[in-house]
């Protein structure tokens, strides 16, 4: 992601990044389906992994932390299984809005 935007602090970016990773992981790993290139979603993870690692008080802050502690970016394959209940309702019900929306587009 390219964040243009001047006022979002470093945690509001990295909280963009985790939320679109899950809902991606969710597409992905639980609806067998793609919306988004490998390419695209391995350059958001990477993206998160140097932002926690340069600013990791800002990182331990972010609302999906509790998913992303031990991130590596290799693989979004277990965080849905990490997800609250109320977490997984409102990021799964974006998912399939966008799959809805989008359909298969990925590649």
Known sequence: MNFKNPYWTKQTKMELLERWILVHSIIYYRLNTSIVSDEMFDKNCTQLVQMAEDYPK????????YC???FD????FDLYGRLKSEDSN?????????VKRYGNKGG
């Open 73 to 76: 970016g290799s693989t979004g």
């Open 58 to 65: 800002e990182f331990k802050q972010t609302s999906f932390y």
């Open 90 to 98: 409102y990021l799964e019900s974006i998912a399939f809005h966008l």
């Open 68 to 70: 992303f502690f031990d």
